[in-house]
């Protein structure tokens, strides 16, 4: 029987969006059934359109920068745009996959998306602004499957 | 070496070498060889991981400066 992997994805940043995606599509390479459990930001990760994820500098004093950036300088207009361009830049540069290729495997590889349905009301999400494909339930819904995984991982 | 389908997987980075190998596997039948040409160094131990865990045959690694190429023959179903 094969191996199961059931995660939670609770992060919705350019960087956060990266250990969900990259596990499960390798996860699926490796023939494990794998769910995704998309929960408050998350959520933002099953958006038909991911071009809004950003990474911020604030708040994370281990982010690597060119120049050392006080606090007061990274809370400027502009800094989590800037950052953000980097960090892609350094993505394409460095052939680290996008975040919609590897979202795209996993679907092409039959890892099932789960949105968390509290949260998409509680954030007034709207399901026309997912993916098609997915699914909606509750942490009952989680448990079901992550109940009998081999590997549990709340990222 | 002779082989059956090549993935060309110079330039990604993990886990993109993987996944075009799985992709490459699909494409090819059982015990035919897949040839994947790889420039990260994680590929190494990834790909020894990938055909531990999955049964797929890892026949040989050449490796030249900093390109990896592996032949991987494809397990019986």
Redesign the interface.
Known sequence: MAKKLALIASKGSLDWAYPPF?LA??AA???YEVQIFFTFYGLTLLKKDLGDLKVSPLGNPAMPMPVPTPNFVQMLPGMESMATMMMKQKIAD????SIE??RT?CLE?GVKLIACQMTVDLFDFKPADFIDGIEYGGAATFFEFAGESNVNLFI | MEFDKEVDATGLNCPLPILRCKKGLSEIASTQVLKVISTDPGSVKDFNAFCVQTGHELLQLDQDDSTFTFYIKKRSS
């Open positions: 990259i599509s390798t390479a490796l023939d460095k052939g680290v996959a290729d590897l495997a590889s």
